[in-house]
């Protein structure tokens, strides 16, 4: 079964960084995509990152674009997302997820519902 253990998170101030991971185990397909995603206090989730294991390809939200990074590290089975000049509207539970047949991380137009596989969350706070 398929396995997404998502950390790193924690309390920072704004203008900080915090670097995520995504460690996936039993994971056995050729193709696949992972993405980030976080929902806030009373919102609803938002994809916020993705990259295809196929050719790197990588999607960032606009409101993210500029100061997150997302990496793979394929030899780990890891994927990180490295979040920079953090803003209070950053705040959230992150999560990363799977999509196993690799199609749902398109650079303009990625496909969340296309991720199957979920990995708890991870919580971060960012204070002003």
């Known amino acids: 079964e398929v396995q997404l253990q998502a950390s790193g998170g924690g309390l920072v101030q704004a203008g900080g960084s915090l670097t995520l991971s995504c460690a996936a185990s039993?994971?056995?397909?050729?193709?696949?995509?992972i993405g980030w995603f976080r929902q806030a206090p009373g919102k609803e989730r938002e994809g916020v990152s993705c990259?295809?294991?196929?050719?790197?390809?990588?999607y960032y939200a606009d409101s993210v674009k500029g100061r997150f990074t997302i990496s793979s590290d394929n030899a780990k089975n890891t994927v990180y997302l490295q979040m920079n000049s953090l803003k209070p509207e950053d705040t959230g539970v992150y999560y990363c997820?799977?999509?196993?047949?690799?199609?749902?991380?398109?650079?303009?137009?990625?496909?969340?519902?296309?991720?199957?596989?979920w990995g708890q969350g991870t919580q971060v706070t960012v204070s002003s």
């Open positions: 997820a799977a999509d196993p047949e690799g199609y749902g991380c398109l650079t303009d137009s990625p496909r969340w519902p296309l991720y199957d596989y």
């Open positions: 990259i295809s294991s196929s050719d790197g390809s990588t």
């Open positions: 039993e994971f056995t397909f050729d193709d696949y995509a």
